[in-house]
């Protein structure tokens, strides 16, 4: 079956504890990307990659890291999680340029105390 | 960044009621989709649309793209349950050298009662 995996699907956390927000599709797609949304704001990406070692800033950048070291796979980090950091992340990937047609994981909810 | 206005942001109706919601931005766009996210779920694509003044359903739903380029409309005709969830609008601008990325709208939140 066709799906992007995301884990955890909750994560309660304290401030500053690094954490890693696991994602990995398994339909060969190219495109891979990060949202957050927040009540009131929808959907505003993070960061996203176009390719294998190709990785660029959404709108939403500060206080994340990602790495595409393989094509399946596309990892969020957050290196020292701040309160205003929690949230509901989607991970999606698409096999179309810049996403247009996207496949979104089922979310992982993150509460930084 | 640039995000999409969408109206109402909640709607709460009767269930066998059809559904109106638009989408509006400041810029043109020439590709407008619609995502449905199911309560729990990740948002799951609708329709997509290509071409100003485009047309397109999906069994129940029907999605307009605007004349203008600037906005979008969906309608569901006799909602039911099921239809409860939160409705994205994306817009998407592609050059001949260059597609820019997916923006998404504000979300409409909708409720639908037996």
């Known amino acids: 079956e066709a799906q992007v995996t995301q884990n955890p699907r909750y994560l309660i956390t304290v401030t500053g504890k690094k954490l890693t927000v696991t994602c990995s599709q398994n339909m060969n797609h190219e495109y891979m990307s990060w949202y957050r949304q927040d009540p009131g704001l929808g959907l505003r990406q993070i960061y996203y990659s176009m390719n294998v070692e190709v990785t660029d800033k959404g709108d939403v950048p500060e206080g994340y890291k990602v790495s595409r070291k393989e094509k399946r796979n596309f990892p969020l980090i957050l290196e020292s999680p701040s309160p205003n950091q929690t949230s509901l992340y989607f991970c999606a990937s698409s096999h179309r340029v810049k996403g247009e047609k996207l496949f979104f994981g089922s979310g992982t909810q993150l509460s930084v105390l | 960044g640039q995000q999409l206005n969408q109206s109402p942001q909640s709607m709460f109706i009767q269930e066998g009621e059809d559904v109106s919601m638009n989408c509006t931005s400041s810029?043109?766009?020439?590709?407008w989709l619609w995502y449905k996210q199911d309560p729990g779920e990740g948002p799951v694509l609708l329709i997509a649309l290509y071409k100003a003044g485009e047309l397109t359903s999906n069994g129940r739903l029907t999605a307009q793209f605007g004349i203008t380029r600037k906005d979008s409309f969906l309608n569901i005709s006799a909602s039911i349950p099921s239809d409860v969830g939160i409705y994205f609008c994306a817009g998407q601008r592609r050059f001949i050298l260059f597609t820019d990325k997916l923006i998404f709208g504000t979300g409409t939140r909708l409720q639908v009662f037996p």
């Open positions: 810029s043109i766009f020439n590709t």
